[in-house]
């Protein structure tokens, strides 16, 4: 059986003055969190809190801007 893809939302992610945030879409957390690391473009000190959701449903989040 093939594996599914997943959308990996991490909240809270390396905050500073604001929490950001971090997407990626991978089979597994650990490819998730290898992707994210290319990106950033170094091992992120606090990736915050992980949700994943299955790609065959519909999804939305938000994330204003802070002051």
């Known amino acids: 059986m093939r594996?599914?893809?997943?959308?990996?939302?991490w909240t809270d992610f390396?905050?500073?003055?604001t929490s950001g945030l971090a997407v990626a879409i991978a089979y597994t957390e650990e490819e998730a969190r290898v992707l994210v690391e290319?990106?950033?473009g170094i091992h992120p000190s606090d990736w915050g809190t992980l949700t994943?959701?299955?790609l065959n449903?519909?999804?939305a989040a938000c994330v204003?801007?802070?002051s």
């Open 52 to 54: 994943i959701h299955p």
């Open 64 to 66: 204003s801007g802070g």
């Open 14 to 17: 390396c905050p500073d003055y």
């Open 38 to 40: 290319k990106e950033y």
């Open 3 to 9: 594996k599914k893809l997943k959308l990996f939302v």
């Open 57 to 59: 449903k519909t999804f």
